[in-house]
T-cell receptor, first 108, second 113 residues
Framework: RKEVEQDPGPFNVPEGATVAFNCTYS??????FFWYRQDCRKEPKLLMS???SGNEDGRFTAQLNRASQYISLLIRDSKLSDSATYLC?????????FGSGTKLNVKP | DGGITQSPKYLFRKEGQNVTLSCEQN?????MYWYRQDPGQGLRLIYY???????QKGDIAEGYSVSREKKESFPLTVTSAQKNPTAFYLC????????????FGPGTRLTVL
């Protein structure tokens, strides 16, 4: 079983749509949680950390459910520039575990 | 500017040759990591180091070697024993604080001819 699992997509949505990604993790003792964005042939870049109380950064909202071992990312009012692969990342002590990513295509 | 640099950006190697990928950071991070990414795949951990002169194998260490002689530097050698080395190699660093995230370099794209 993989430590972090994501739906690979792709999610094809029109501009202005709201889209949600989900991610599950296997280790209930995991300490920290993040969403990264990766553009084609580029390095991953931190989008936002995920806190138990939920957190928002502009059009992006992240949620963590420790009981269900589930992380989500909601993108409102999608822009063309949001097209990328979104990686769910979990930190266990000194190691980071990456999901394989969910690809988002935002279309005009 | 603080950050992580990797060189070269593109690297071509003949089969049977060893090659060393550079990774340098000026973020004063203790921990450094090497990952491999294949097309359409997630990141897989090759090696990581929490402190100078110490490092641990990740999930796919066979055919790779590393050193950590300085806090700022964590070079990766891809040896001829690595059967399928063509991939995108990413170096990352973080604080040892368990709440901190990782920061990535721009990557090196290695192609074996």
């Amino acid at each position: 079983r993989k430590e972090v699992e994501q739906d690979p997509g792709p999610f094809n949505v029109p501009e202005g749509a709201t889209v949600a990604f989900n991610c599950t993790y296997s280790n209930s003792a995991s300490q920290s949680f993040f969403w990264y964005r990766q553009d084609c042939r580029k390095e991953p870049k931190l989008l936002m950390s995920v806190y138990s109380s939920g957190n928002e950064d502009g059009r992006f909202t992240a949620q963590l459910n420790r009981a269900s071992q589930y992380i989500s990312l909601l993108i409102r009012d999608s822009k063309l520039s949001d097209s990328a692969t979104y990686l769910c990342v979990v930190r266990d002590f000194n190691k980071f575990y990456f999901g394989s990513g969910t690809k988002l295509n935002v279309k005009p | 500017d603080g950050g992580i640099t990797q060189s070269p950006k593109y690297l071509f190697r003949k089969e049977g040759q060893n090659v060393t990928l550079s990774c340098e950071q000026n973020l004063n991070h203790d921990a450094m990591y090497w990952y491999r990414q294949d097309p359409g795949q997630g990141l897989r951990l090759i090696y990581y180091s929490q402190i100078v002169n110490d490092f641990q194998k990740g999930d796919i260490a066979e055919g790779y070697s590393v050193s950590r002689e300085k806090k700022e530097s964590f070079p990766l050698t891809v040896t001829s024993a690595q059967k399928n080395p063509t991939a995108f190699y990413l170096c990352a660093s973080s604080l040892r604080d368990r709440t901190d995230t990782q920061y990535f370099g721009p990557g090196t794209r290695l192609t074996v001819l």
